[in-house]
């Protein structure tokens, strides 16, 4: 059973449901009223099965099935008082009622039963993402962070898309990745590569050879004799493109190796403009039947740049008329306004991509802000 605590999460708060709860009551009490007083060939009984039936899309199974005996009561009251209870007309319409009474009460269990499972997959999600995918720190050496995670499914909070970040003793290491696929495969593979990154980040001096190790890591999973032998027809077809950063804490740039990912924007001196490697290296997962070059590239990253990294989730959020998101023109409108700071720079790009996606977007999306702070 889903405690009380989880269920008030998705229900509308108490006070609201108790005025919702008035108008079936009312309905009641108006079409008993008129239906008593009307003349004898008018019949308005039929229209108190509206009272259950609207109360059960609000409601609980209790509070509904109570409104439901409450019109059967007052339908018996209009047989009683207009001629008499065993009436044939008025039979036929408390039959009637009680049998609707007793669908949308039931319908009402099915519906909280639903909101329950949302709940507990909603709380499962939750404590998924905070494991997998964990919170960036807000300031790690000397870089200030902000980032943002979209689900596209409304169920869940996580998805294939994944960033993190580990602080070594030369500067800051910062990967931002998206898994082929959806649902709970690609959440174990970027769960995968996370793990890889953060035990493999402290150890592994050159950037080339970190990168190079994600991509065994990526490889060996594919290959895994252990697979099941009803897997999926594009199994082993699973790739990752991926950015990963080294921000140095004596060098005022960062060293870049691109695996097939939007290439990250760096907003400084004014403008925004795209990094992009010269080289990129193929996505990880594929670099063992491509001619790869993890050779990292140097980009200059002076104090109060910003660098934004994101997921393609971003870039390929249609509107209504199917227009791509237009990230790096609204980024430069954006700056133009001297926007400071990372945090701020997400809020307002979250709540702009979601405008143009009217609310919903069609793959997950995320996005790393990062700053150097001066000194």
């Known amino acids: 059973m889903v405690p009380r605590r989880l269920r008030a999460d998705h229900r509308l708060p108490e006070e609201p449901r108790r005025l919702l709860l008035v108008a079936p009551l009312v309905l009641i009490a108006v079409v008993t009223t008129v239906d008593i ?13 509206a009272a259950p039936a609207v109360t ?31 009436d044939l007309n ?11 009474s007793a669908i949308v009460t ?17 709380s499962v999600a939750k404590a998924a993402q905070s494991v997998v995918l964990r919170p960036l720190p807000h300031q790690i050496g000397p870089l200030r962070i902000a980032s943002v995670y979209l689900s596209a499914e409304r169920e869940a909070q996580l998805g294939g898309d994944l960033y993190a970040a580990a602080r070594t003793a030369l500067g800051t290491r910062i990967v931002i990745g998206d898994v082929r696929g959806k649902g709970l495969e690609a959440v174990g ?18 950037l080339a050879e970190l990168v190079s190790f994600l991509e065994g890591t990526v490889s ?3 290959d895994d004799p252990a ?14 493109t991926a950015a990963v950063l080294d921000v140095l804490n004596e060098e005022a740039a960062l060293h870049l190796v691109n695996c097939g990912h939007p290439p990250p924007l760096l907003l400084g001196g004014g403008g ?6 010269s080289r990129p290296a193929p996505p990880l997962g594929l670099t063992e039947f491509l001619d790869t070059d993890l050779a990292p590239q140097r980009f200059a990253f002076e104090a109060d740049d910003i660098v934004l990294l994101y997921t393609d989730g971003v870039i390929e959020a249609r509107d209504g008329d199917g227009t791509f998101y237009p990230l790096m023109e609204r980024v430069e409108h954006l700056i133009s306004t001297r926007l400071a700071g990372p945090e701020a720079l997400l809020s307002l790009l979250r709540e702009d991509l979601l405008r143009h996606a009217g609310g919903h977007l069609g793959d997950d999306a995320a996005l790393v802000a990062i700053q150097r702070l001066p000194g």
């Open 272 to 277: 925004v403009r795209l990094l992009e490697v």
């Open 90 to 100: 008025h039979i036929i319409q408390l039959i009637a009622l009680i049998l609707i």
């Open 106 to 122: 039931l319908f009402a269990y099915w519906r909280e039963r639903r909101e329950e499972e949302m709940t507990r997959l909603r």
């Open 37 to 49: 007083l009307a003349p004898p060939s008018v019949h308005l009984g039929p229209f108190l099965v």
């Open 56 to 86: 059960a899309s609000f409601a609980g199974p209790r509070i509904t099935g109570c409104v439901g005996v409450l019109a059967v009561l007052a339908q018996a009251v209009v047989a009683m008082v207009r001629t008499t209870l065993i």
């Open 189 to 206: 593979d970027a769960a995968l590569l996370l793990g890889a990154f953060r035990g493999a980040a402290h150890r592994q001096a050159d």
């Open 220 to 222: 060996s999973d594919l």
């Open 227 to 240: 697979a099941p032998e009803d897997k999926p027809a594009d199994f082993g077809e699973a790739f990752v």
